[in-house]
């Protein structure tokens, strides 16, 4: 058995250096210019090529090659520079030498402090934290440092919200103020958070939780813990003053709406949640290994990025989890994200660019994103465009990707207001079971809830006016996805894009869908569906209604 392993591991690594001697396509034509689709021109992928590279090193540090991603490079449709690992020092200092103890009571975040600056005045390397239980407070990673989580390793988050500073950050896509990030970065370069260990941000004490989305004993448990409740009594807060500033945000989001001085700000500490990992204006950019898990707000969150590679971890939230996203990828350009798996409360794998005027101003479009190899299990989405997206989003390939018992599928969503493009998004080989709504949904009168509690209030239909266009109308267009399976799903489909914008430019092809009823296709331009099959158990396969130029081709 080890001789079968040790040959797998020398076959994989002639192919990789193959894969790398070979100079990929890059920036391609367009599928309409080519005659064919851009799926069936690049057929590239290979079921060995999915897995990790083993590390050859023998202190559980990866020496994995920038080659193992250079199949996702070939022949795509857009230009796109490589993708390459951050360049970190070969320094290793463990976190025990900086007097932290990882007994799950001590509280190290001194230590961990300590241990980055030690390396920082170095030039960098890697920080090594070992098996143990290690409570802190947040971490600031430092340029040209790797934090190594060893197996067993867990890194503990305090649930203390006074060792978290308030900062001004950005947040569901607007530039407001949160507690700072159990883990975060500012404009740093070549960073790295690897390992097999897991690190935990002690979510529960920050969310509300709704008495619908867990269990009666679940529900008395967390009552108990203190706290306060709404007054119907159907949602847990952590404090009065949470919900005071819950009621001054827009409904079913999170930032205060208006002008307010530092002492407002503090009194609403509570209702501040951070994302779990916050990575902001950085270069250079590694995760890997890991699992992320119970954040405050979303799990990891890239934020005008460059060159970052997300490979190889498990991203885990409650079901019940408010706003518990998996990794909400920002304004990002140069973006590889493979071989992980997320199981969370909210959208699992999530593109933005910012939201409305703010996201304008910014002007920072997330592109060159490569996804590949993921699972997304509980989720509101699995892929997921949206719904700040005002900065555009484009030029993303996702491939070989599972969602089981997500809410959606392929999931794009935005309102009016927002502006913003979002194009040229190719998809292919998706595989889905188990649907609580729509495999593929274009809704373009998203209204801050969850796919499922907009599919419960849909009544009589009442057909929307057409709005003067303007920077404010968002637009989605020149999208094609091929080879998409879904057993199980309450719709085939929905598209329902603005009177004044239609969702365009939409090709699917391929595609078998098992569904409840079949696919509604509303307020659409240049939509084909080639050899679409879709197995409704009530109605008729598609409906149509205010599309110009539909075309089913068998």
């Not at 274009?442 to 599919?455: E, I, K, P, T």
């Not at 109308?473 to 085939?492: H, K, L, Q």
Request: glycine share 8%.
């Amino acid at each position: 058995m080890k001789s079968k392993l040790i040959s797998r591991q020398v076959l994989k690594t002639l192919v990789l250096s193959a894969l790398c001697a070979t100079t990929p396509t890059a920036g391609a034509s367009s599928p309409e210019e080519s005659g064919t689709s851009f799926f069936a021109r690049n057929t590239v992928y290979a079921p060995e090529m999915h897995e990790t590279t083993p590390s050859t090193a023998t202190d559980g540090y990866r020496t994995a090659s920038d080659c193992e991603f250079a199949h996702l490079y070939n022949n795509l449709p857009f230009e796109m520079p490589r993708v390459t690992r951050p360049e970190i020092p070969d320094r290793r200092v463990c976190l025990t030498d900086f007097g932290a103890v990882g007994d799950g009571v001590t509280l190290n975040t001194e230590a961990f402090a300590r241990a980055i600056d030690a390396l920082a005045e170095q030039g960098g390397g890697h920080l090594d934290v070992p098996a143990g239980i290690w409570l802190t407070g947040p971490i600031t990673l430092r340029s040209n440092i790797d934090l190594h989580l060893d197996k067993n390793a867990v890194i503990l988050f305090s649930p203390d919200k006074d060792l978290y500073p308030i900062i001004e950050t950005s947040f569901e896509g607007l530039d407001t103020r949160r507690c700072t990030s159990p883990i975060n970065a500012y404009r740093e370069k070549n960073i790295s958070i690897t390992g097999e260990g897991v690190i935990d941000g002690s979510g529960d004490a920050w969310r509300p939780l709704k008495k619908s989305k867990v269990t009666s004993s679940q529900w008395k448990e967390k009552v108990a813990s203190g706290g306060v409740l709404n007054e119907k009594g159907n949602t847990w807060y952590p404090s009065e003053d949470y919900i005071r500033a819950e009621q001054l945000s827009e409904k079913g989001l999170n930032v205060p709406l208006g002008e307010f001085n530092d002492e407002f700000w503090e009194s609403i500490r509570d209702f501040l949640r951070p994302v779990m990992v916050s990575i902001r204006e950085c270069e250079n950019v590694l995760l890997e290994g890991p699992t992320f898990q119970n954040s405050p707000a979303w799990n990891i969150h890239p934020l005008m990025c460059t060159n970052v590679i997300v490979n190889d971890i498990v991203v885990r939230n409650p079901a019940y989890s408010q706003n518990g996203d998996g990794i909400d990828i920002e304004s990002c350009e140069n973006v590889i994200l493979t071989n992980s798996s997320f199981d969370v409360g909210d959208d699992g794998i999530c593109i933005k660019s910012g939201k409305d005027e703010d996201g304008r101003r910014r002007a920072m479009p997330t592109r060159n994103l490569l996804i590949d190899n993921c699972f997304v299990y509980h989720g509101h989405g699995g892929f997921v465009v949206g719904s700040e997206m005002s900065g555009g989003v484009e030029n993303i390939v996702v491939s070989n990707c599972r969602f089981l018992g997500t809410d959606v599928g392929l999931r794009f969503k935005s309102k009016r207001g927002r502006g913003g493009v979002v194009r040229n998004i190719y998809i292919r080989d998706i595989y889905m079971t188990d649907i609580v709504t729509e495999p593929l949904l274009f809704d373009l009168f998203y209204g801050n809830m969850s796919a499922v509690d907009a599919m419960k209030q849909e009544g009589e239909y009442k057909e929307p006016e057409a709005m003067p266009v303007d920077e404010t109308t968002p637009e989605f267009r020149d999208i094609y996805i091929e080879r998409v399976v879904c057993n199980g799903a309450a719709r085939a489909m929905y598209f329902n894009g603005l009177p004044e914008m239609p969702v365009s430019n939409i090709h699917v092809t391929d595609c078998v869908i098992t569904g409840r009823t079949g696919a509604q296709i509303c307020f659409s331009k240049d939509v084909t569906l080639t050899n679409v099959t879709i197995h409704p158990e009530e109605g008729e396969p598609i409906t149509t209604y205010k599309v110009e130029n539909y075309e089913y081709i068998e």
